[in-house]
């Protein structure tokens, strides 16, 4: 039996693994080896210089504010983004009428659900030349020229998204417009994932709570919040992925990657700027290294502190 | 029990079975009251802003692919052409769409179920067996969300280029070689999410089928992956549309040298459109590119809804 299940498991993990291995740790690896040398990226020359490159990072005025920037996103991101998607499952799930089978969802809420979902089916491609059009500076774009018409927005002096480094409650207000974009475009995944782990809740728990009197608020934050748990934290520790790695909005919706004057900048996007445009590839490499422990950290803690006994029913 | 509500649906499609044809049947009837209305229509109002913030800006592309150039300039927010303009699609598709459809599929056909197949069978030993080595297996797995993808680029090209050099399927602009590239960074998340999603599956069962001996991987493929379909369904959704907008891997590993088909996917067609549009200024065709590779992915999502929707009731209902 014992040889069975070594049998077993190793026959199901060998080809993943080995998969995994190949394509995605071993360049890794391998540019975890770079970031201890000099290199740039092009040439054959390369010369090891031991932690230099991470001695280094700690004195990087620019590495300083894309941390600072990250934790802007890692805190907000999944803040809004998880608030705004309980939100939006709790009106489809409990915004309909009460009957005998307790509270079902609002009439169309699969229509709701189909539509919430669109933004996560968008290439990046997509999303860009959209919300370029959305964010215009020059009094044309979408919600520029709904303002102006309907006079919230001096039209001599509209607003300039992307463009503005000027800072709003304390951070630059490129990043809350970037912020905006990915709320809109992750809200209805979520809303989706919590939807259906409120459908797979037993329907009798909610019939007991009913019958106790319960209404559907307290049903909500008594019943159905608590039993989420799970997913919440599952898409909270996603989200924080997500959340440093904006390089993508970043890369295609601020001007020169990262700016104005580099008021977006976020490890992601010094990462690329370091590699490619000076050419220091051992040094972004260490970058990328030190950011990656630093998730790996986050994520651990994460899942420490929301770890508990699974409930089965 | 009214069936009047305050909103415009008055027709309802499954009317409320009869009161007390099933026990229970008065435990909600006093509640529907006016508390319940206003809350009811609050709901619709807020869920109906929020679905036209998500479908104008779609429909806005899907209409701007209809007009003329000079209107897509001219009048970049309205939402309805002055005339349909049917022949930007033409242009687009042979401009490039065609090969681009057909090497995504063909790619996508392998990826997709490669990435279920193996990263539910990782995922599955990873959370329902115990053995030296599990956790770290499964934290290399979850470490590689975390990484940075354009850091592993030089690394990962020089890999391929090498491999290429030995075995020819396996190098650069290759099918076979971005189906392996694609499951393999396709596997962290797939892990991650069939992990916790075996997790919450019962034991009860499990013991059930080896107490009936079935054998453990007879358990998994008759017992365990059917218990998991509407996690397959969430996940196989997520990895068909990741790879179907997956434009960096391509871009990095599908570079065809000349002499080569060129085999490029429909993210990173996209993509070489807009930079070239740039010289030719034809928005238009790019409109009618991006709502090609848009309804695609719209209609297999809206399909997969539906069944997302019966395999989560056939969960509930045991």
């Known amino acids: 039996m014992r040889h069975g299940v070594a049998r077993f498991v190793t026959g199901f993990l060998a080809l993943p693994v080995a998969l995994y291995l190949f394509y995605v740790v071993w360049p890794f690896a391998q540019a975890a080896g770079y970031s201890l040398t000099d290199w740039g990226g092009y040439s054959d020359r390369q010369q090891f210089v031991g932690l230099d490159n991470y001695v280094r990072l700690f004195g990087d005025e620019l590495i300083r504010m894309a941390f600072w920037h990250n934790v802007f996103f890692l805190i907000t991101v999944p803040l809004f983004t998880i608030a705004l998607a309980l939100f939006l499952a709790f009106l489809l799930n409990v915004g309909g009428r009460e009957d005998r089978a307790g509270i079902r969802g609002v009439f169309g809420s699969s229509l709701y659900k189909v539509i919430f979902f669109f933004p996560q089916v968008l290439s990046l491609v997509v999303i860009a030349v959209m919300w370029q059009q959305i964010y215009r500076a020059d009094g044309q774009g979408l919600i520029n020229g709904v303002l102006i018409k309907i006079g919230l927005v001096d039209a001599d002096n509209p607003i300039a998204f992307t463009n503005d480094p000027a800072p709003f409650l304390g951070v630059p207000a490129v990043l809350w417009w970037l912020l905006l974009i990915a709320v809109w475009s992750g809200a209805g995944f979520y809303m989706v994932l919590f939807s259906a782990a409120m459908q797979s809740i037993p329907k009798d728990i909610y019939e007991a709570a009913l019958l106790d009197g319960a209404s559907r608020f307290h049903t909500f934050f008594r019943i159905t919040l608590p039993l989420l748990r799970d997913t919440v934290s599952v898409a909270w520790v996603y989200l924080g992925f997500i959340a440093l790695d904006m390089f993508a909005l970043v890369y295609v919706m601020t001007p020169s990657q990262g700016g104005p004057n580099h008021a977006s900048e976020i490890f992601a996007s010094v990462i690329n700027f370091t590699a490619f445009q000076k050419g220091q590839f051992g040094y972004a490499c260490a970058m990328a290294v030190a950011l990656a422990i630093f998730t790996i950290l986050l994520a651990a803690l994460q899942l420490r502190i929301t770890r508990r006994e699974r409930i089965e029913y | ?318």
Do not use: C
């Open chain 2, 1 to 318: 029990m009214s069936t009047v509500t305050p909103t415009s649906e008055r027709t309802r499609p499954a009317a409320p079975p009869p009161a007390g044809a099933t026990p229970g049947g008065k435990a909600g009837s006093g509640a529907d009251g006016f508390g319940t209305r206003i809350f009811n229509g609050f709901s619709h109002l807020f869920l109906a802003v929020w679905a036209v913030m998500v479908v104008y800006p779609l429909a806005w592309v899907v209409m701007s692919a209809l007009k003329t150039d000079s209107e897509v300039i001219r009048k970049p927010l309205s939402l309805i052409p002055e005339s349909l303009q049917w022949d930007n699609f033409a242009r687009a598709w042979t401009a490039g769409i065609d090969s681009f459809f057909l090497n995504t599929l063909l790619v996508l056909v392998g990826s997709v179920f490669l990435t279920m197949l193996l990263g539910s069978m990782a995922a599955y030993v990873l959370a329902r067996y115990e053995f030296p080595g599990n956790r770290p297996i499964y934290w290399m797995f979850l470490s590689g969300l975390t990484l940075p993808i354009y850091l592993a680029a030089v690394p990962l090209f020089k890999g391929v280029y090498n491999t290429g050099v030995v075995l020819p399927f396996l190098g650069p602009n290759k099918h076979v070689m971005l189906i392996l590239v694609y499951v393999a960074w396709s596997l962290a998340f797939t892990v991650f999410f069939m992990h916790s999603f075996f997790r919450t599956l019962p034991n009860a069962i499990a013991e059930a089928g080896m107490v009936d001996g079935a054998s453990h991987s007879r358990l998994f493929f008759s017992v365990m992956l059917p218990m998991a379909k509407p996690g397959l369904i969430s996940i196989g959704i997520f990895n068909v549309l990741g790879q179907w907008n997956q434009w960096y891997l391509p871009t990095l590993l599908m570079q065809s040298v000349a002499g080569e088909p060129k085999n490029q996917v429909i993210a990173q067609g996209l993509i070489e459109l807009s930079v070239n549009q740039g010289y030719k200024s034809d928005w238009s065709g790019l409109f009618a590119g991006v709502t090609m590779a848009m309804l695609p992915v719209l209609v297999v999502y809206i399909v997969f809804q539906r069944q997302v929707q019966s395999g989560l009731t056939a969960g509930v209902s045991k």
